[in-house]
């Protein structure tokens, strides 16, 4: 059966960008820049972006299209193309699929409390403001609303139910007239939407959420001596672009042969830091700093992008005219940036269980959600699940996994090999020297860094044993464990010929 193809280069470009945008863009990145220095900390974002960032994204849709041609989707074929389908590069690749496939698992239950939320806005459920120049007492009732939301509380259950049929329902629709017509719409809306919440944000007060802005930005470069602040801007430019995860590859993997994927690659990019920079800085801090003042904005940035996007934000929105209508639009935003990202997250699943198991696209659907649906309900009922699955998946895999597509898709594959599929309809020509300069500047980058996180981290994580954590750690070796036997299993089925 031949796979789909992406029909529109609009469609393409919306999937990609939609995959990238998300949750990070809007209250992960403004909550980092205000602790870790302001503008110094857009010093080694920038850094960051360009040895890590643009390096990696190029490589994953250049890849992408490459064995995507070869009927691979996911990390597993991908990887294993580049071995004669060896049984332990197959594993290696599987583990690319285990990254998104556990992220998501966590990520999706956040996603539904922006859809609870954002229809508890709509009508009229959320707790009434209270009136005070204190950002504690004014936070109260909706600290209070989201502990005992997330506790879980029923209806939390509920719209947990809701987002992954809404997510179910997409993917088996495919990738034309599931994944592509979502982002098609939902893309425009989104930055339509921040455009808008941006403009209030920013008018606050009589425009004082513009003193917020210029507020994140003023940088602090005594912080740029501190290996941490490096740490959350690299890491910042992983998460906010998808990569070392293997989603971008995943999409790459559906383009028509002659695309230009440097082209996407960019375009990617650039939406993504737009709705990050621009809408992502504009919007939270701006509104916090317009009604709380400049001594709040570091505090509530240190308590972290949950308190600033669900407790502080509709505190602020619902004091304001027609507040419960801009808290639903609020968090109507924050779904559909969660949900171009949690189907991209998942799809590599369904392309190694397509591609490789040989199975129909509602099976492998089927089989990806329920295994995503079992992580989502742990994620809701066990403590320090979020927290740990994480950090393993979302911080040391991640890293790792990024370090290990550069040495094998530019080292191994060959840098004369890259630099002409790289090349190959590209609307501009990047030199090979280009390429060497970042096949040896990037990985030392990335070493450092897991370097670092080894160092600062690993041991502060390992010392946790509480059941909640042993429960999540059990968790991510059952997936990196299943999907592992499926990418051996696969082997033979692939290898024996065309789809049952």
């Known amino acids: 059966m031949k796979r789909e193809t ?3 280069k609009i469609g393409l470009i919306f999937a990609a960008a939609g995959n990238a945008v998300g949750l990070g863009n809007l209250l992960r990145f403004p909550s980092k820049v205000a602790l ?20 990696l994204m190029l490589i994953e849709w250049v890849i992408g299209r490459y064995a995507g041609a070869k009927g691979h989707g996911s ?5 294993g193309s580049f071995f004669n389908h060896s049984y332990g590069s197959r594993v290696l690749g599987s ?32 707790p009434q403001p209270v009136q005070s120049p204190d950002y504690k007492t004014a936070m109260e009732p909706y600290i209070s609303f989201f502990k005992s939301y997330t506790q879980p ?3 939390a259950l509920v719209f947990l139910v809701i987002t992954l049929a809404i997510n179910w329902v997409i993917l088996q629709r495919g990738i ?3 994944i592509e017509l979502t982002a098609k719409y939902g893309l425009p809306l989104l930055i339509l939407m921040g455009i808008f919440l941006s403009f209030v944000s920013l008018s606050m007060n009589g425009w004082k959420g513009v003193e917020g802005l210029l507020f994140i930005y003023t940088p602090d470069f005594s912080k740029l001596s501190d290996p941490q602040v490096w740490l959350e801007a690299s890491g910042q430019i992983f998460f906010t672009l998808s990569l070392g995860m293997g989603a971008i590859a995943t999409y790459a993997s559906y383009v028509k042969r002659n695309e230009d994927v440097v082209k996407a690659g960019l375009w990617t990019a650039a939406i993504n830091e737009f709705v990050e920079v621009v809408i992502g800085a504009s919007i939270a801090i701006p509104a916090a700093f317009a009604v709380f003042g400049a001594l709040a904005v570091p505090e509530l940035a240190k308590e972290g992008t949950f308190r600033l996007g669900f407790m502080t934000m509709p505190a602020i929105l619902m004091s304001l ?15 559909i940036a969660a949900l171009t990202s949690s189907l991209a997250l998942i799809q590599p699943f369904v392309a190694l269980l397509e591609d490789e198991m040989r199975w129909s696209h509602s099976k492998a659907v089927n089989v990806s959600m329920l295994v995503v649906s079992a992580g989502a309900f742990l994620s809701a009922y066990v403590p320090g699940f979020i927290d740990d699955v994480d950090f393993w998946a979302g911080t040391l895999m991640l890293l790792f996994f990024g370090l290990l597509e550069i040495i094998i898709f530019v080292w191994i594959f060959g840098v004369n090999n890259f630099h002409r599929e790289l090349n190959t309809n590209s609307f501009i020509r990047i030199p090979k020297a280009l390429v060497y300069f970042f096949a040896v500047v990037s990985p030392v980058f990335l070493v450092i860094l897991l370097y670092f996180w080894g160092v600062t981290k690993l041991p502060e994580v390992l010392s946790q044993t509480e059941p909640g954590v042993l429960i999540a750690r059990a968790f991510v070796i059952f997936v990196i464990v299943l999907i592992a036997f499926f990418s051996v299993e696969s082997r033979r089925r692939y290898l024996a010929g065309p789809h049952m």
């Not at 990390?75 to 990887?79: A, E, H, K, L, V």
């Not at 556990?102 to 922006?114: A, F, G, K, R």
């Not at 507040?323 to 109507?332: D, E, N, R």
Request: with cysteine; hydrophobic share 60%; net charge neutral.
């Open 6 to 8: 992406w029909q529109t």
């Open 36 to 55: 870790y220095g302001g503008g110094a900390f857009m010093v080694p974002y920038f850094v960051a972006l360009f040895l890590l960032g643009i390096p």
């Open 75 to 79: 990390m597993t074929g991908i990887i």
């Open 95 to 126: 583990i690319g699929v285990s990254i998104p496939v556990l992220i998501v698992c966590y990520y999706i239950y956040i996603e539904s409390w922006t859809l609870g939320f954002a229809f508890l806005s709509l009508f009229g459920q959320m």
């Open 153 to 155: 509380s029923f209806i």
């Open 176 to 178: 034309v007239k599931g």
């Open 321 to 335: 005219p027609l507040g419960s209508l801009l808290s639903a639009v609020w968090f109507f935003l924050l779904f």
